[in-house]
């Protein structure tokens, strides 16, 4: 009894012991003699007891063999689960006992519970898992969780005994396919990303891990796959890659991919002996359609060019946006110049037809600068830089003019950078410096404010207007660092005026797109005010009005970011060209300044003056001060007034002055 690895012993029919083996002592932690006088029952928990009982009960009554899972206590408060067998043992003379073995089921019951969590793992797993066995080549389908199921649409009845071949995507990814099969007859682990077809026939890209599951004697029996779906994070991945790549609104290669393409079209072209042709196209008339009719027409250009220019080339060139209305074409592969005219040609005939922008027709003609490799430079941004100088050159040639790069085009651009670093130089040297002039309410004489006005006192060509720099500094990112300056020397004004008694009249400085479109803008200007302790209220940014029209929505973000900082927004070129009222009305805009064009044309002849009127008109009409500028004239003057106009600024009332002079004005007005 006691080489019995279990629990062994003997009940009578009252349910006592009447023999058992050390086993049970040691299980249970008691005595002989305590188990000899205690009842069977009492070594299990009271929950379980009747259910002991109706056990031990069967076994006399119906001769029974029993088999029960109960948790047996032991002398220290303890319980251990156990399986009981029990039978009736009859013995003539002496009557009917209950003869049965125990076993610990502890172990069982961890190994039970591991089991169960593992079930429960697979079931709740996001990824599909397979487990098939090893038949040589095949491998059998055994088991599939439900994410399995819902990744495939197959059931595990349908793919149960089946190769897991049977979701293969034929002629696709077979490079990664063999890799598998090579991996899967060498037992070796493997993980692979191809595209599976689901029951419904519907692709989908699968990375799938694969391991080999060997049996104690090492050789493998099973092999485990888990199959992840990763369709959306590919999905997602390509659209990233696109959006990185290409314009988003044309859909064309943007500048990143321009550079690969281009580059690769060089190597290629350098094997081959061919020749490479890059041109760059700048659209005519854009602005004005964009001013005219809004950008959602001018996009609509943008999209109707992308398309004409990719139908007019091969599919092994490449057309690309730089962002605005600038296209670059990549001509690979071009035998000689004869090729490229002619695809030049080609290209012309498909911007040629006037195209259909909400119903209206409207010719939009182009400019081309053309390099060709290895001509015109040995690398991508040698050719870029020429198509770009000579698409300059050709933008001064007249509509639709075709200029192919020369050496002595790069004067023009070696002057434009001539001019970037004398404004640098400028800018070290303080060369740049402000001149003030007031404008005045026409009945009073009141001065309403003034408008900071910036010289450049050039070592060469002596003081220079905006106008002779200014193009050139916002083309080459120089009017950012300039404005900068500016605002500093008008807030230094400002505090000036502020400390000789004149804290109530407002400087108005101009500012232009590419300082607005800075992130930093509005952050910038409030820290500089701040600084210099300048009441905000007296502090006016001007900018053109086509400037705000171009870009609504962003002119709306500045005015309401201004708005909130406490500074006034103006508009100046008031009535230079197409006005948006619409955007005006909305926009939170103090005064409205007159072009001085519309002012000149005042001169006394009847009639002379409708255009300024009208302006004016428009202004009262939207209860906007309006400042005519540039009046140099009493008739001017007298006109203005007569016609409604509140404020006038020119050198009728005073010419642009230094700030020891405006001081001195101010004092005597």
Not at 158 to 179: L, V
Not at 303 to 330: H, I, P, Y
Not at 401 to 415: K, Q, R
Not at 471 to 491: F, K, W, Y
Request: aromatic share 6%; net charge negative; proline share 3%.
């Amino acid at each position: 009894m006691d080489l019995l690895a279990g629990t062994f012993y003997v009940l009578d029919e009252s349910g006592y012991f009447v023999l058992w083996n050390r086993q049970l002592e040691q299980v249970t932690g008691l005595s002989a003699e305590r188990l000899r006088s205690m009842h069977m029952l009492e070594l299990f928990e009271p929950d379980t007891r009747s259910r002991v009982s109706r056990a031990f009960c069967a076994v006399f009554q119906g001769d029974e063999r029993v088999q029960i899972e109960a948790r047996v206590r032991n002398a220290s408060g303890g319980t251990t689960p156990f399986l009981f067998v029990g039978s009736r043992l009859s013995i003539e003379g002496d009557g009917r006992y209950l003869c049965g073995m125990g076993v610990d089921l502890t172990r069982h019951y961890l190994q039970r519970d591991k089991l169960e969590l593992f079930e429960r793992a697979l079931l709740a797993a996001s990824n599909g898992i397979v487990i098939t066995r090893h038949e040589g080549r095949d491998n059998p389908i055994e088991y599939v969780n439900p994410a399995f199921e819902r990744i495939s649409g197959y059931t595990a009845v349908e793919a149960i005994n089946h190769d897991s071949r049977f979701m293969a995507a034929h002629d696709m990814d077979n490079e990664q396919r063999a890799y598998l099969a090579s991996a899967i007859a060498a037992h070796r682990a493997a993980t692979v990303v191809f595209r599976n077809k689901r029951k419904n026939g519907e692709l989908f890209w699968n990375h799938l891990s694969v391991t080999p599951v060997r049996d104690q004697g090492g050789h493998v029996t099973h092999f485990i796959g888990i199959i992840e779906d990763i369709t959306a994070l590919k999905q997602r991945t390509s659209q990233l890659e696109h959006l990185v790549t290409h314009d988003p609104l044309t859909g064309l290669a943007n500048r990143l991919l321009l550079r690969d393409r281009l580059e690769h079209a060089l190597q290629a072209a350098q094997r081959a002996d061919d020749k490479v042709a890059v041109i760059l196209m700048d659209l005519n008339k854009f602005k004005e359609i964009n001013d005219t009719m809004g950008h959602s027409a001018g996009d609509m250009v943008l999209k109707q060019v992308a398309q004409r220019l990719q139908s007019a080339l091969r599919e092994s060139d490449t057309v690309a946006r730089l962002g605005g209305d600038e296209f670059v074409m990549v001509l690979a592969a071009q035998p000689n110049l004869r090729y490229t005219l002619k695809m030049i040609e080609r290209i012309r005939r498909a911007m040629a037809p006037e195209m259909d922008i909400d119903g209206r027709l409207l010719s939009v003609g182009a400019s081309m600068g053309v390099a060709v490799w290895p001509d015109d430079g040995r690398t991508a941004g040698d050719l870029l830089h020429a198509a770009d100088v000579a698409m300059y050159e050709g933008k001064h040639g007249g509509p639709d003019a075709v200029h192919f790069y020369s050496p002595g085009m790069a004067d023009s651009s070696a002057a434009r950078q001539r001019m970037e670093v004398a404004l640098r130089e400028a800018l070290s040297r303080d060369d740049l410096y402000l001149l003030f002039q007031p404008h005045v309410a026409v009945g009073t004489g009141e001065i309403l404010g003034i408008e900071a006005l910036l010289r450049w006192r050039h070592p060469e060509r002596g003081e220079l207007l905006p106008a002779d720099f200014l193009p050139d500094a916002e083309e080459s990112g120089l009017i950012v660092p300039l404005g900068r300056r500016v605002l500093e020397d008008v807030c230094s004004t400002l505090r000036r005026l502020a400390d000789l008694g004149f804290a109530n009249i407002p400087i108005s400085v101009n500012a232009s797109s590419r300082e607005f479109t800075q992130r930093d803008y509005l952050p910038h200007i409030a820290q500089r005010v701040a600084h210099h302790g300048v009441n905000p209220s007296r502090l006016t940014l001007e900018m053109r009005e086509e400037q705000l029209m171009n870009n609504p929505e962003q002119a709306t973000r500045l005015a309401n970011g201004l708005q909130e900082l406490g500074i006034r927004l103006s508009v100046d070129e008031f009535g230079a060209g197409m006005n948006n009222l619409t955007c005006l009305r909305q926009l939170p805009v103090s005064q409205l300044k007159m072009t001085r064009q519309r002012v000149q044309e005042i001169n006394g002849v009847a009639g002379s003056g409708a255009l300024a009127k009208t302006m004016l008109d428009i202004g009262n009409n939207l209860n906007i001060r309006v400042v005519a500028t540039g009046v140099e004239t009493r008739d001017q003057h007298d006109f203005l007034a007569a016609n409604g106009c509140s404020s006038v600024q020119g050198n009728y009332i005073s010419q642009p002055l230094t700030r020891p002079a405006l001081e001195q004005w101010l004092a005597a007005h």
